[in-house]
């Protein structure tokens, strides 16, 4: 899977894919402790559907918005594929990062996650995501977008919990000098758990 980058007058033009559904997670720590996951087909077309707005953040900072639904500037949709992100960056310290490479792939926050525990004899149990709800979609810039087995997981007060995956990327830039690809995706990628507030 690819990041494309195209420079325009109007600003970065970002798109590819956020996650590839049917794909199996390296192993990560959720609720059930260590599983590998899958995200089922439709899982995330219901959740664009419920969402009222999903918003687009870089490395999970929710205090600054750079694009969203409500406004057109982030288009979403689930495919054969999985989840697919256009995006319309209009920040110029963005666009700089674009534009020299330095974006590595995608993450998004998922809650409201209704998922089965497979156990599987010579391996780690299989976590099938149904359903969910998405919180936000992000660009990773400074953050590894793979983590290892051993995730971070945050708690607190019995707030809804926000669990984010990340997705590597081999980014392709258009528009200024071609930036050699950095990445070779082999699907998406355990991650960090964490809270929505």
């Known amino acids: 899977m690819s990041m494309n980058i195209e420079i325009r007058a109007d600003g970065a033009h970002i798109s590819g894919y956020v996650n590839a559904t049917e794909k199996m997670s390296r ?33 999970h900072d929710d205090g600054h918005v750079y694009a969203e639904t409500r406004d057109g500037t ?4 689930e495919d054969s594929i999985g989840l697919h992100a ?35 004899a010579e391996d780690l149990p299989l976590r099938r995501i149904q359903t969910l709800d998405l919180d936000h979609v992000t660009l990773v810039v400074n953050k590894q977008p793979v983590y290892a087995a051993t995730s971070v997981e945050v708690r607190a007060d019995g707030e809804v919990e926000l669990e984010t995956r ?3 990327a081999d980014v392709r830039v258009r528009g200024s000098a071609p930036a050699a690809p950095i990445f070779d995706n082999s699907g998406y990628h355990a991650r960090v758990s964490a809270l929505n507030h």
């Open 27 to 59: 192993p990560v720590i959720t609720r059930h402790g260590r599983v590998v996951e899958v995200i089922e087909p439709r899982a995330f077309a219901g959740a664009i559907a419920r969402a009222g707005n999903i918003t687009l953040t870089v490395d």
């Open 74 to 77: 982030l288009e979403l949709h």
């Open 86 to 120: 256009d995006v319309l960056i209009r920040d110029e310290n963005i666009i700089a990062l674009a534009r020299s490479g330095k974006i590595r792939g995608w993450s998004f926050g998922m809650y409201n996650v209704q998922d089965t525990l497979e156990p599987r």
């Open 166 to 168: 990340s997705c590597e």
